[in-house]
């Protein structure tokens, strides 16, 4: 948004995006633009935030993945995994779509 008090006039700037490139920008935030010319990743900070944000996200899926096949080798648990993998799904669901 851009104001001009001196011309009391004030744009918008609306950019649609698709799901997508929504999740692509939430996860591969870098603190600066792709298409702003003679812009960089000049702060050290956001060089350390795209690591250490790409790490964190390959740490839970190992994670995830390894109590997925962990529970999966535990025959007698594979209901109760099922009902709470069933009612993870639902609680997310809920707060994706049902609070939307």
């Known amino acids: 948004m851009r104001v ?3 011309h009391k006039r004030a744009t918008i700037q609306q950019v649609d995006r698709s799901v997508w ?3 692509r920008i939430m996860h591969t935030f870098s603190g600066w633009r792709n298409t702003s010319a003679g812009s960089s990743r000049d702060w050290l ?6 690591v250490a944000m790409d790490a ?3 740490g839970l899926l ?3 993945f390894g109590s997925y ?7 007698r648990m594979r209901t109760a995994g ?3 993998l069933a009612a ?3 609680s997310c669901a809920f707060f994706v779509y049902g609070l939307a």
């Open 45 to 50: 900070v956001t060089s350390v935030w795209v």
């Open 21 to 23: 490139s929504a999740l």
């Open 69 to 75: 096949y962990m529970w999966w080798r535990l025959r």
């Open 62 to 64: 190992v994670m995830v």
């Open 56 to 58: 964190l996200a390959a």
């Open 88 to 90: 993870g799904w639902l």
């Open 82 to 84: 099922w009902i709470t």
């Open 4 to 6: 001009d008090l001196a």
